[in-house]
């Protein structure tokens, strides 16, 4: 079956390390992956998108790997901030129709 | 300019009752979608509406749930005979036409509770 996998617990981070997550898939073929924000009680906002022919995608202190052959995009919060904390959804189109999967979302929580 | 906007924000209905959900999608996009978000679970996708395209009904959850777009804008989600494990937040989203892998656009979403 398709999956698309984040992890559950939450990321508690100290202000100004690095935040990593992980997005694993299985049994689908993206031509791109999206990276959403969610904060409590609204939208999810977007991030990012990385197409499948890139391996890397920068935007001011967020940065996004894409590998296809590990079924994996990272994402990473440079220089965390108490404002960064939050939920972070990744989103994989299927089958090219512009119709996005979405992964439960993992929460960062950036300590002070 | 105006983003996303759904409504009502928050609802609560008897079990059995229909309910109507609006959204209205940032002018100009002409593709619309509705998902739902459960307590602890992703987003579940229910349709999509493309131009003046049929609609992509493959998630809706069951016959109780039907959606519309009126003028290639507004969009109505309607669930009838209302049961609790419809209780989640409904979010609409919207995107631009022809662009392939553009960005969604969401609401903030309404959330249904159904006692």
């Known amino acids: 079956s398709q999956k698309i996998e984040q992890n559950s617990e939450a990321l508690n981070i100290q202000e100004g390390k690095t935040a990593t997550l992980t997005c694993n898939y299985t049994n689908y073929s993206p031509a791109y992956l999206q990276w959403y924000r969610q904060d409590p009680g609204r939208g999810p906002v977007f991030l990012l998108l990385i197409r499948e022919n890139e391996k890397e995608k920068r935007k001011e202190r967020l940065k996004v790997t894409f590998d296809t052959t590990l079924k994996q995009s990272l994402f990473h919060i440079t220089a965390s901030q108490p404002a960064d904390s939050a939920t972070y959804l990744c989103?994989?189109?299927?089958?090219?129709?512009?119709?996005?999967?979405f992964g439960k979302g993992n929460q960062v929580v950036v300590i002070p | 300019g105006a983003g996303v906007s759904q409504s009502p924000s928050n609802k609560v209905t008897e079990k059995g009752k229909d309910v109507e959900l609006r959204c209205d999608p940032i002018s100009g996009h002409t593709a619309l979608y509705w998902y739902r978000q459960s307590l602890g679970q992703g987003l579940e996708f229910l349709i999509y509406f493309q131009g003046n395209s049929a609609p992509d009904k493959s998630g809706l959850p069951s016959d109780r749930f039907s959606a519309e777009r009126t003028g290639g804008s507004v969009s109505t989600l309607t669930i009838q005979r209302t049961q609790q494990e419809d209780s989640a937040v409904y979010l609409c989203a919207s995107s631009p036409q022809g662009v392939y892998n553009s960005p969604l656009h969401f609401g903030n979403g309404t959330r249904l509770t159904v006692t």
């Open positions: 989103a994989l189109d299927i089958n090219g129709n512009n119709r996005l999967a």
